[in-house]
């Protein structure tokens, strides 16, 4: 295969399972949960993909755990996190169209709990550092009123790293984005946001261990990170290690890698230091792939950030800590974001999935930390969205309208239809390592819109199969009507003018008794 001269490439196809041992430690304790979430990170972006960017920390982690190399996500930010903390698809949230604007009245319903509420339902401890982005027009969508015990942080879907601020609509005046319980943080002005995060950790995880009321439980900590999202900023030392990247937006994007890695390691630090590493399970993730026009990469994978193409959704992840006793294994099982919420709540935390609408994770435990254990997921729903613009010509009669952006992935194959975005392949600029030039161009019509591919055996989606299969093609266009009929109308309302933080003391917040 022609694009398979890269390390990354090689990581899609090749089959390694190493010798694993089976289920996490009899500690009598639940374990504590970490959760990391890197913000725009993309597949070519870690060490392990063979990536020029160097990620220690975050290589010796999955090194030590579980790589999952079958991995996915959604292709935007709100729209992962609402399915992580839910566990259920946007198309029954009402949040499948684009992302949460911070000016719009619409937020992740209250109507079925947050994996927050159900893990302190289970005697956790529930800490939320860094992005929200899941709503907060009301004080009732604040993730501390969402199971979490305290939040610190963003509740919008960017801002500046030093400042902690985003902008209005008008793109002229910023208001300050950064709170914690108890109103709006104005002390970190000019720190750099992945280590005033990290710090927050590290306190979190240490007042954890030394107080006596809260010890004794188990620790959930969720930390969403800014890094690796735009604004590309970037303390000088961390940039300077990449001088000899010459474009310079993925220059300031590696050190801002690099600052991730060591905001991790220092959590990591802290874990071991307070004596809770031993019984810990932390999870990384990346939430969609990575922005090539703000300096991320996923090549050898087509299309980016927003795609419904591999590039904009198969996504970075793994699993590590002391208290997992599988070590050293690449998964290659189908597993997805939502599945997070019943693998953490049942089948780490031993807790009880009651009280949930119907969930459309499963619970991969078994699959993460067994031997050849299949994935516990018949099918992935990549997204539907009826609000995009329909593309080219209605193809089937009587089934699912090839018109409407969606994709749907069963067993090896997977089905895009609609307009799913720009779908060329973009390698890292100036990658002296790669052959031809930084962009190699989709051939496809611009009217096209139904593609079948083999991920398992095309992963880098060059042989579309369409026409080799029409009858797989009606089959999964069936399905995809079918799963429509389940949908919940998407939440998508104008901005609000109320939103304005002008109105509101100039900081960003609910605005909406
Ligand atoms: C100790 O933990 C309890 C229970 O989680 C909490 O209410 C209290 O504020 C904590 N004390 C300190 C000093 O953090
Ligand atoms: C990690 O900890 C070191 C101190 O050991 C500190 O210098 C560095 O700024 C920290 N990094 C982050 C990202 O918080
Ligand atoms: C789930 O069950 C537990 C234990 O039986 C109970 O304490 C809890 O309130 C239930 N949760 C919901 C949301 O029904
Ligand atoms: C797709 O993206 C590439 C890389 O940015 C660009 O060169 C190309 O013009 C884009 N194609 C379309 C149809 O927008
Ligand atoms: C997809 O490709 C894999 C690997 O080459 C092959 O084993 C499998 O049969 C193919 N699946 C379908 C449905 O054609
Ligand atoms: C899909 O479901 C939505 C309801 O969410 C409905 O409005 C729409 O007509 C359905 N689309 C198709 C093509 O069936």
């Known amino acids: 295969m022609l694009l398979c001269a890269t390390v990354a490439c090689a990581v899609l196809l090749v089959t390694q399972v190493s010798e694993a041992s089976i289920t996490a430690r009899g500690n009598v304790q639940k374990p504590n949960i970490i959760f990391i979430l890197a913000d725009d990170y993309g597949f070519n972006d870690i060490g392990y993909h063979g990536s020029q960017i160097k990620t220690p920390t975050l290589d010796q982690l999955a090194g030590e755990g579980v790589k999952l190399e079958n991995y996915y996500v959604q292709p935007r930010c709100s729209p992962t996190r609402s399915q992580l903390m839910s566990g259920r698809y946007q198309i029954h949230t009402g949040l499948q169209h684009e992302i949460l604007w911070r000016w719009q009245r619409a937020a992740l319903p209250r109507n079925s709990p947050t994996i927050a509420d159900k893990l302190k339902e289970t005697g956790y401890s529930t800490h939320m550092i860094g992005k929200w982005h899941l709503g907060f027009y009301k004080e009732e969508y604040l993730p501390q009123n969402r199971g979490f015990d ?7 879907c960017m801002e500046d790293y030093y400042r902690h601020t985003s902008g209005w609509l008008d793109n002229k005046h910023y208001y ?10 104005r002390t970190e002005d000019g720190h750099y946001s992945t280590h005033t995060f990290t710090e927050r950790a590290e306190n979190i995880i240490s007042r954890h261990a030394t107080n006596a009321s809260s010890s004794s439980s188990p620790l959930f900590l969720y930390m969403a990170y800014q890094a690796v999202h735009w604004p590309l900023q970037v303390p000088e030392a961390y940039e300077k290690k990449y001088s000899f990247i010459k474009d310079e937006k993925r220059r300031k994007y590696a050190g801002m890698v690099d600052t991730l890695d060591e905001g991790v390691r220092n959590i990591t630090r802290a874990l071991r230091q307070a004596g809770m590493w031993e019984n810990t399970i932390l999870v990384f993730s990346t939430d ?25 959704i198969r996504g970075v992840g793994f699993v590590s800590g002391g208290a997992l006793e599988t070590r050293g294994v690449v998964n290659r099982e189908l597993i997805h974001v939502s599945d997070w919420f019943p693998t953490l709540v049942k089948g780490v935390a031993g807790g009880s999935l009651n009280g949930t609408l119907p969930l459309d994770g499963f619970n991969q435990w078994p699959t993460i930390t067994g ?8 099918y992935l729903l990549h997204n ?5 613009g329909k593309h080219g010509k209605k193809l089937y009669p009587h089934t699912w309208d090839t018109r409407v952006r969606a994709a749907i992935r069963v067993g090896d194959l997977k089905l895009i239809t609609g307009q799913p975005d720009n779908g060329s392949w973009v390698k890292p600029p100036g990658d002296q390592s790669l052959p031809h030039g930084d962009v190699i161009l989709s051939k496809d019509d611009k009217n096209k819109n139904v593609w079948l591919f083999n991920i398992t055996a095309d992963p880098t989606e060059h042989h579309d199969l369409s026409e080799k299969f029409p009858e797989h093609v009606r089959h999964m266009l069936d399905m995809i009507l079918a799963i429509n009929g389940t949908a919940v109308p998407p939440n998508y309302p104008r901005p609000d003018p109320a939103s304005n933080p002008a109105l509101h003391g100039g900081v960003w917040g609910p605005w909406v008794k």
């Open 150 to 156: 305290t939040f610190f942080g963003y509740l919008s």
């Open 176 to 185: 300050l984005d950064l709170r914690d319980n108890n109103g709006p943080v």
């Open 288 to 312: 969609n792939g990575g922005q090539v026009k703000q300096g991320g990469n996923n090549f050898p994978l087509r299309g980016w950030k927003g795609s419904l193409f591999e590039g904009g």
């Open 371 to 378: 031997r050849d254990v299949p994935t516990a997921r018949p």
């Open 384 to 388: 539907i969205d009826i609000l995009y």
